[in-house]
């Protein structure tokens, strides 16, 4: 059974940081295209990052020059390294294999950013 559990978010003032950190089990790590989505109140859920299993990255354009996505195969674990937080990062984020439609979404971690 694929489990995605992901951890790290939290309260931060705008201009912060924090490191979102998502642990994949019961599926072939290495081989996936990982992805780091949001979910805005109100708004629809969106891709934020993804990163191949190359290494390979993709960033969406308000996100592009502030975070980061990096992943570590030897720990089934991708992360988000974000840094100079906006209030309008405030979300749940989600990882999920992009490719994997069959794969339920974990429970997320919720990323508040305040003034």
């Known amino acids: 059974q694929v489990q995605l559990v992901e951890s790290g978010g939290g309260l931060v003032q705008a201009g912060g940081s924090l490191r979102l950190s998502c642990a994949a089990s019961g599926i072939i790590f290495s081989i996936n295209a990982m992805g780091w989505y949001r979910q805005a109140p109100g708004k629809q859920r969106e891709l934020v990052a993804s990163?191949?299993?190359?290494?390979?990255?993709y960033y969406a354009d308000s996100v592009k020059g502030r975070f980061t996505i990096s992943r570590d195969n030897a720990k089934n674990t991708v992360y988000l390294q974000m840094n100079s937080l906006k209030p309008e990062d405030t979300g749940v984020y989600y990882c999920k294999p992009t490719l994997r439609i069959d794969i339920n979404w974990g429970q997320g971690t919720q990323v508040t950013v305040s003034l």
């Open positions: 990163i191949q299993s190359g290494g390979s990255t």
